[in-house]
Structure formats: C-alpha cells, structure tokens
C-alpha cells in the first residue's frame, strides 16, 4: 500500500497544501492518520478517492455566503446605474416629443393645411397627421423624416423608448394637439411623460 504525503495529494486533489490541511482542520475531507514518528500527515489511495468525491459534491456553506455576498454587492452597485438608464430613456422620449411636434407644426406651414398629433394616452402612443385639404375634415398620416414611414410613436413597444408612459395629453380636453395653416396651436395645454 502506497502513501502520499500532503503535498502529493494536494498535486493530485487540484488544491493547495494549506487548502487541504484547512478543509482537514474544519471538518470538510476526514482526519488523515499521522505517521507515529514525525507526526506527518499519511494519505492511501482511498483517502484521495474519498476526498476526490467530496470535492465533486459541490460548495461548502462558506462558498455558498460569499458568493450571495459578491451577488448582494454586484446587485446594490448596478441597479442604480440602471435606474439611470431610465433617467436617459425619459430625456430621449421626451426630445422625440418635442422635435416630433416641431415637425408638425413645420409640416402644417409648408403644406397650409391643418397638422396635428393625437395622442392615445391607454396605449401610450402618439400620430400625426395632417388634412388633405384645409377644412376638409380627411386626415392622412404624417409621414416620418427618417424612416419615411406613418410617424406613429409607440412608447409601449419601442425598444429606446420602452417603459415610458403618457401620463396626461390635454388640449382644451381632447388629447388632440392642431395647428392651423400657419402653424398655430389652436389650444394651449400640455403633455406630461413619466
């Protein structure tokens, strides 16, 4: 029967010296027999098999309380920076907003019609539109200047603009912003995004 000494089954194990002989002193791998002469620690074949098994098994309780610590820390550190991310995602909706009724208004002047954006406050969105024809009452989509498509914006389903909400759009109570052909509002009132 052959014995090893703790450097060799540490070599074997994967672990270090100290590791072992602490896993040892706390319980983890069993006492290993001393030799009778100079106290060393003397390992056999089936000891390593045993504490081979025992490394497989999985974390100790310690591990197991640093890592929901490490976890813990990682977490407090980076939901505030997410939070953040709102914070920019708020600004950028609200810049869309702004330039968007710009463009209606600009639209409304270069085409002397009627222009404006109707807001569907239930389902977080907003179109524009604008009169075929001044006072004829039919209203066709505004077209987007950058993706040429009908601008509907969809706070709800935008991935940038995702989780913004349209809290009040009033208008002399309708939640229809107009201008006239010269590019005035034909009611003060406000838009308020949270």
């Known amino acids: 029967m052959k014995i090893y000494r703790v450097a060799q089954v540490a070599l074997k194990l994967g672990i270090s010296k100290q590791t072992l002989v602490r896993y040892e002193k706390k319980g983890i791998f069993p006492r290993s027999p001393r030799n009778r002469i100079n106290s060393w620690r003397e390992y056999t074949s089936e000891d390593i098999l045993k504490m081979k098994a025992i490394l497989r098994r999985g974390f100790t309780a310690m591990e197991v309380v640093m890592a929901i610590v490490i976890i813990g820390i ?9 939070e953040s991310f709102y914070g920019i995602r708020l ?7 702004v330039s968007d009724v710009r463009y209606v ?11 404006r954006i109707v807001f569907d406050i239930g389902n977080d969105r907003y179109e524009a539109q604008a009169e075929t024809s001044p006072g004829s009452g039919a209203w066709q989509y505004i077209p987007d200047p950058f993706t040429r498509a009908n601008m509907i914006v969809d706070y709800g389903t935008d991935p940038q603009y995702g989780g913004i909400d349209i ?5 002399n109570s309708t939640a229809t ?3 006239d052909w010269q590019g005035v509002p034909a009611a003060g009132g406000q838009v308020m995004l949270e």
């Open 177 to 179: 912003l107009q201008f």
């Open 105 to 115: 208004q600009q639209v409304a002047i270069s085409r002397h019609t009627n222009a």
């Open 167 to 171: 809290i009040q759009a009033d208008f």
């Open 74 to 82: 990682l977490a407090a550190l980076t939901i505030p920076r997410l």
């Open 91 to 97: 600004g950028g909706g609200v810049k869309k907003l």
